[in-house]
């Protein structure tokens, strides 16, 4: 059986949450292995938020899926983005790594952390663009230290 929320006659979106995780002044940027249209564009890592799942689990569990991490979830970055012509929604979480725990690419074809003026020099999937927009004020109101 699967339900599904109405709101006012119309599916709520899917919601996807992706994490921006800030080490030394860098952002974590994931190549993507797959889907062929989404192969060699790059992101931040998370997913689909399952039913009963928060936002918060939800991208708990995939940082640890996609990267073998623990983390935090802190505040929000950026505004909901919509995706798939308003059917989901994006939601970029800062997250802060716990117990000295550093990300592998467990899912991802390559891994790269960047600044704030190497941001461009990868191809985004056009979603993650307008919160790669916020991260040069995120990068710089964090400072060299990070959430830490």
Known sequence: MRHEHH?????SP????AAVIVIDGRVLACERSAPPEA???????????EPGETDAQALARECAEELG???RVDARVGPDVPLA???????????TLLNGDRPRALEHSAMRWLTAGELDSVP????????VAELPRLLAALGPEGLA
Do not use: Q
Request: hydrophobic share 50%.
């Open 7 to 11: 709101v006012s006659g119309r599916t």
């Open 14 to 17: 899917r919601v996807i949450v």
């Open 39 to 49: 192969a060699g564009r790059w992101e931040f890592p998370g997913g689909k938020v």
């Open 69 to 71: 991490v623990r983390v």
């Open 85 to 95: 012509h308003g059917r989901a929604v994006l939601r970029v979480y800062a997250v």
């Open 124 to 131: 985004w999937l056009p979603a993650d663009k307008p919160i």
